[in-house]
């Protein structure tokens, strides 16, 4: 049996269960106990608050676990990331009232930067160069300058809104981060066999993410100019109709450009063309 952490409510949760359900794992919904056993695959989900999962997993009291790179970063807890999974995209970063004059990094030497991310602040003020006063606060960190126990403020930042509300500007962007799944280092060989198949499927499902299945019909003079418009795609499938004039064509299209393309299709005569969703690809 692995044991996966995942966060039990907050931004990463909703992401981290729908990963899991699309890999084919199957947990209750109704989630009255600390710890859920999946009823189809040999895993058990450990609900906690985030800053728990890394200690967590370095300890080996859960085998791997979902959080934020920033909050492993903070710990430095000994787990090794596994995947990145594209959810949680937030940036950490510097962040000043707007009406500063902001003339670089340096302005803040000698300055009170509140934070929740004291270790990564400091890692990054001291390769800067910069000896600044590190306040560390829980919680609601961005309005630290407007009470004034802070002249700036380092905390997460997604859309910015948040910063524009209370009166800051983004300076300096210290680190990307997004959900990651950690492991333990020292996962037995069979419980990294779970995590293996576990991350084959959530390949699968990570492929399919984005993409559809198009079929259309093309007159069969046609057919080149259509596999002219069809981007990158290696070798789309192209089947004969009980119409001899005609074929069908399929494969597979990023939603980024799909409107884009399927217009070019119907240009060059393509009809009766059908989008299916994709569930799981296995490349
Ligand atoms: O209860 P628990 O301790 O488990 O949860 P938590 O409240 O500590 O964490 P939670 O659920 O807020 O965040 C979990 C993880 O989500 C973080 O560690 C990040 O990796 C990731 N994440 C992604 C974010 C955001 N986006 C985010 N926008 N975490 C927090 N925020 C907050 C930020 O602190 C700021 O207050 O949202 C505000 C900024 O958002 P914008 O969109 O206005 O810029
Ligand atoms: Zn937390």
Known sequence: MLRIAVQS????YEDTMALLSEADVKVSSARRTLLVRA????????????DDIPRTVADGVADIGVVGLNELEEQGAEADVVRRLGFGACRLSLAVPKEVDYTGVQWFEGRRIATS???????????QGVNAEVHVITGSVEVSTS???????????????TLVSNNLKEVETVMESEAVMIGNPLMSGYKRSILDELLFRIEAVKSAEGKKYVLMNVPKDK???????????????????ADAAWCSVHT????????????????????????????????
């Open 9 to 12: 409510k907050g931004r990463l």
């Open 39 to 50: 009823k189809n695959f040999p895993v058990e989900i450990l609900y906690l608050r985030d």
């Open 117 to 127: 991310y004291p270790h990564i602040l400091t890692r990054y003020l001291n390769e």
């Open 147 to 161: 009470i004034g126990i802070a002249d700036a403020i380092f905390d997460i930042v997604s859309s910015g809104s």
């Open 223 to 241: 057919v080149d100019d259509i596999l002219a418009v069809l981007p990158g795609v290696k070798s789309p499938t192209v089947m004969p109709l």
């Open 252 to 283: 597979v299209l990023d939603e980024e450009r799909f409107w884009e393309i399927i217009g070019q299709l119907k240009e060059n005569g393509a009809q009766g063309i059908l989008v299916v969703p994709i569930e799981k690809m296995i490349i």
